[in-house]
């Protein structure tokens, strides 16, 4: 399975995407997240089912410091996901 998400709200500047990684490395998913120039970020992750829907609830709250006011979601092929990592671009 894999999945985009537009996060949006006090997103940037409050170490979202790095809370990000660190979730994706403790769930074992692939992929990347990036800041948008419209002060939203995107996260595009792969990964199994289970850890996907708990990765969502935690990118979902964000860190401490952060304010989540929406989530969009939409599924994306697999292939979209390449390599083992999960990174920052």
């Known amino acids: ?8 709200g006090r ?9 990000v990684v660190r979730q994706a ?4 998913i692939q992929g990347w ?4 120039a419209d002060g939203r970020v995107e996260v595009l992750a792969a990964g199994h089912d289970e850890d996907l829907l708990e990765f969502e ?4 709250n964000g860190p401490r410091l952060s304010r ?6 939409i599924d994306v092929p697999h ?4 390599g083992k990592a999960f990174n920052i671009k």
């Open 1 to 8: 399975m894999a999945c985009k998400w537009f996060i949006s």
């Open 11 to 19: 997103v940037q500047g409050v170490g979202f995407r790095w809370f």
């Open 25 to 28: 490395e403790r769930l074992n």
């Open 33 to 36: 997240t990036r800041n948008l």
């Open 57 to 60: 609830k935690a990118v979902s």
């Open 68 to 73: 989540v006011d929406n989530v969009e979601k």
């Open 79 to 82: 292939e979209l996901v390449h």
